[in-house]
Nanobody, 127 residues
């Protein structure tokens, strides 16, 4: 059972920045694509970004392109989500996840494709 743990959530003003971290079991990120999803109260889980394991290619949903950056350090079994220019409409709970695949496929934004999930970290954007 892979364990994923997120860190870095908090309260930030509109336009501010946060960096989320996700630690995984040793070696896990070397072989599995990883992603971030988010979920607002009463809404479904929304894709944010995906990063491939073998190729390192990154993918983003349109609403975060140019503002968020996904990255990873395989040797440290850690993945990051740098979030800049946060907006009040950016939903609240962010989850890291890994899939049973090494690359982010064309349907990466479907949360059902992923297998392991962290417990979530809360992000609030408010003035």
């Amino acid at each position: 059972q892979v364990q994923l743990v997120e860190f870095g959530g908090g309260l930030v003003q509109p336009g501010g920045s946060l960096r989320l971290s996700c630690t995984a079991s040793e070696g896990h990120l070397d072989y599995h694509a990883a992603g971030w999803f988010r979920q607002a109260p009463g809404k479904g889980r929304e894709a944010v970004a995906c990063i491939g394991s073998f190729d390192g290619n990154t993918y983003y949903v349109d609403s975060v392109k140019g503002r968020f950056t996904i990255s990873r350090e395989n040797g440290k079994a850690t993945m990051y989500l740098q979030m800049n220019n946060l907006k009040p409409e950016d939903p609240t709970v962010y989850y890291c996840t890994t899939g049973p695949f090494g690359r982010c496929h064309s349907d990466w934004s479907d949360y059902r494709r992923f297998r392991s999930w962290g417990q979530g970290t809360q992000v609030a954007v408010s003035s």
